[in-house]
């Protein structure tokens, strides 16, 4: 109780407190900015960034969940066969999740550059024109999602392979003898067996993803024109990146973040009580 309160319950306190106040430099120093309600929350909702970071708050999302559960979900079952040099493949494909973020993050920084980036280089001998991955209103989003999906595919991948590791091999073997086909297997034993496992993954890697900060900011820091603004990034500019740091609307896009995680929590539990 005492770790709760200290580490969650008080930061928590905090940014809502932040949120409520009308802070400045000196205010914040001093603690004694004064309150003002909703204000921050107002001026929030009425900035025209609002619109578009909660757009591509959602699709960096949920294009990133979708492809990392898709991905992982596939090379677990292709992993589970056991062949030889599986365990060895298996500990490759952790790499990306090992990395620093700040290594990841730059090393597609470089990759995806318009005049010296490999991927640019790749398209080039097939014809393809260069791709301006990173300085694009058009490709920026698209450019941090694909960073994304390839950083979380390893969680998805291990997780979801211990899932199956604890499937009942009599379950195949029985459906073997009825005639269903691989194809039926995977649908009908492996996806429904697999379901808890598959709702904690898509639970975990959707509150990560909320808050994913440090590949967009690396990558495009929210732009160009904020094209990859989400509300992570947006948060951190409005309470740090000017030169005068607007920290109570900075702390309400913080918690409009924790009240859409808290949201899909809810639904977790909901979905458990039913499964239960």
Avoid: C
Wanted: hydrophobic fraction near 55%; avoid cysteine.
């Amino acid at each position: 109780m005492v770790y709760l309160a200290a580490f969650y319950a008080y930061p928590l306190y905090r940014n809502l407190d932040l949120s409520l106040r009308h802070y400045t430099v000196r205010s914040f120093v001093q603690g004694d900015a004064p309150f003002s309600g909703l204000d921050n929350y107002r001026t929030v909702f009425d900035d025209p960034a609002f619109g578009p970071a909660l757009l591509h708050t959602l699709v960096f999302t949920f294009v990133s969940i979708a492809f990392q559960f898709a991905i992982g979900l596939a090379l677990a079952v292709f992993f589970a066969q056991n062949f030889r040099l599986s365990a060895t493949l298996r500990a490759l494909f952790l790499v990306p999740w090992l990395l620093p973020l700040i290594v990841s993050a730059s090393t597609w920084s470089w990759m995806l550059n318009s005049d010296s980036g490999i991927v640019n280089h790749a398209l080039g001998l097939f014809g393809v024109d260069p791709v301006n991955w990173l300085t694009s209103p058009d490709w920026a989003l698209t450019s941090v999602i694909i960073a994304n999906i390839w950083i979380g595919i390893p969680f998805n991948l291990v997780v979801l392979y211990s899932g199956l590791q604890a499937i009942p091999k009599d379950v195949y073997e029985a459906a073997a003898i009825d005639g269903a086909s691989p194809w039926q297997r995977f649908w009908r034993v492996t996806f429904p067996l697999l379901r808890p496992v598959s709702a904690i993954t898509l639970l975990l890697g959707l509150v990560y993803t909320l808050k994913v900060f440090d590949i967009i900011w690396i990558m495009t820091k929210g732009g160009p024109t904020d094209a990859s603004t989400t509300f992570a990034t947006w948060s951190y500019r409005l309470s740090f990146g000017n030169l005068l740091p607007e920290f109570g609307p900075g702390a309400a896009v913080g918690n409009l973040l924790i009240i859409m995680a808290l949201v899909f929590g809810l639904l977790y539990i909901r979905f458990q009580r039913r499964q239960a």
